[in-house]
């Protein structure tokens, strides 16, 4: 039986989801060999909700306080055996770190904590390159700890900036990549060929997506 996964992706009131769908589509194509068993948002109605109506796909509503117990709970609710952020934007507690993983479509840990995500994000890797600090962007993995973005990286890809970019156009790339490299990489997760705790040195992927 393939492992049971359950996504979080907040979204928002009017939009958002699109990395909850396409690791719903990965599953279904086999991509992503996972039993997708729900997803969740803090958000009642939304793009989350839109899109598991569609996909007929199991919908929890998680409003505040997001303690330790409702995270448990839910999960335990889910019959999960691992738990994928995507675009979650709530503080995480409770949840074993080695069955529980984020992606963020930046540099970590130098980008990383609350604010960290959305447009003002990518505007911060922009000044950063423009100031000469850093040549590349990246879509990174990591294990999830009690805090924002923190816990092991255990997988890393670089995101190209041009010099034309605006915020929206390095958002744009960057979600390109994540969308091709969340299913393959969160398949090895949930099949243990990448475990915690591993090697402290990320996997850096050899292909250079565009």
């Known amino acids: 039986m393939p492992p049971n996964l359950l996504i979080f992706a907040s979204g928002t009131k009017k939009g958002g989801g699109s990395g909850f769908e396409n690791l719903v589509r990965a599953a279904e194509s086999g991509t992503l060999r996972a039993h997708i068993v729900g997803v969740v948002s803090n958000h009642e109605q939304g793009g989350v909700r839109e899109r598991a109506e569609r ?48 992606i ?39 294990f999830v700890a009690d805090e924002y973005d923190t816990g092991p990286v255990f997988f890393s890809t670089p995101v190209p900036i041009e010099p034309d970019d605006t915020p929206e156009t390095l958002q744009a790339r960057a979600k390109n990549i994540e969308h091709q490299v969340q299913p393959i990489v969160t398949d090895k997760v949930v099949h243990g060929e990448i475990r915690f705790p591993h090697h402290p040195q990320p996997h850096l992927a050899t292909k250079q997506y565009p």
Not at 62 to 76: L, S
């Open 104 to 142: 963020h479509p930046a540099p970590l840990p130098r980008f990383s904590g609350k604010g960290m995500y959305g447009l003002p994000l990518h505007r911060a890797v922009l000044d950063a390159y423009r100031k000469g600090e850093l040549t590349h962007s990246a879509v990174t993995m990591h």
């Open 55 to 102: 996909l007929g796909m199991r919908f929890f509503h998680f409003p505040p306080p997001w303690t330790a117990e409702e995270y448990r709970r839910i999960k335990a609710e889910a019959g999960a055996e691992f738990c994928a952020l995507s675009g979650w934007l709530k503080p995480v507690a409770g949840l074993a770190s080695r069955t529980t993983f984020n």
